[in-house]
């Protein structure tokens, strides 16, 4: 299943989303680089229909040791300041795109990682772009230590986007597979469009998200997503994948599973 004429789906309902990916705050990653730049995205966020968004800057990986979890909720606290003084209707919470790591369970004890909305219950964990390195074994000790992991866009990972089967492996664990909104647009090539309806069948709660950097090739585009889904899974199913999932995500509830045949 892989819609080709998303330019012309219209009649889904309006909504508000909540974003719980996005690389949103300045200076920090390689998402904006400095207030203006952080605020051009805040504009589209809203305008997207997104009232609300977690930050999350990559941790760990190639930014390991670059800032911790006092300096994004610093950093979440004056960007909310900011948008407040620029009448930008969008309200942000603390988060982290997290590299998958063998520390990262002493590292949320210690305080040193974000998990989502700062709830000790869900964190965002993404794997090596380069390699896939099976992180059943850290989804696993998360459960035992009353975490649950969502594995970021694996629709966009090459091993995964082949076999969107191997998560069923995960099963036992729970955790929610964050589907990057633009995938299901192509942005992110054919592949990663095919995988991301591929996943849509799989056994594990998912949901979508924008992980948007700017406003140019990685702008917020979860309304078109949202249509799109609206269209071709229900309005129900839409609604979990882009309203009720982030919403429990941020709340730090048990997620709800897909129907799709």
């Known amino acids: 299943m892989t819609p080709q004429d998303s330019n012309t789906t219209k009649g889904a309902v309006e909504a508000s989303f909540i974003d719980v990916h996005c690389h949103c705050l300045?200076?920090?990653?390689?998402?904006?680089?400095?207030?203006?730049?952080?605020?051009?995205?805040?504009?589209?966020l809203a305008a997207d229909r997104i009232a609300t968004v977690v930050a999350t800057p990559h941790q760990l990986g190639r930014y390991d040791g670059r800032?911790?979890?006092r300096m994004i909720r610093r950093a979440v606290a004056q960007l909310n300041e900011l948008l407040a003084e620029a009448r930008i209707p969008l309200s942000v919470l603390p988060g982290a795109d997290i590299r998958i790591d063998e520390r990262i369970e002493d590292m949320v004890r210690s305080d040193e990682i974000v998990t989502v909305a700062d709830?000790?219950?869900y964190l965002l964990l993404e794997l090596p772009h380069e390699v896939f390195i099976d992180p059943e074994?850290?989804?696993a000790r998360l459960v035992e230590g009353g975490l649950c992991g969502?594995?970021?866009?694996?629709?966009?990972h090459a091993f995964l986007a082949e076999r969107p089967e191997f998560v069923r492996r995960w099963v036992p664990y729970r955790p929610c597979l964050q589907i990057t909104a633009g995938s299901f647009l192509g942005g992110f090539g054919r592949r990663s469009e095919e995988a991301a309806w591929a996943f849509l069948r799989e056994p594990l709660p998912l949901a979508v998200a924008t992980d948007a950097h700017d406003t140019a090739g990685r702008a917020p585009?979860?309304?078109?997503?949202y249509r799109l889904l609206h269209r071709y899974v229900g309005r129900d199913e839409a609604d979990i994948l882009c309203m009720e999932n982030p919403r429990r995500l941020v709340a730090g509830e048990a997620l709800v599973s897909l129907n799709v045949e």
């Open 26 to 44: 300045p200076g920090l990653d390689d998402g904006p680089p400095d207030v203006p730049a952080a605020l051009t995205l805040c504009r589209a």
């Open 67 to 69: 800032y911790d979890a």
């Open 119 to 121: 709830g000790k219950r």
């Open 137 to 139: 074994m850290l989804l």
């Open 150 to 156: 969502v594995i970021t866009h694996p629709e966009r």
């Open 221 to 225: 585009c979860m309304s078109e997503a």
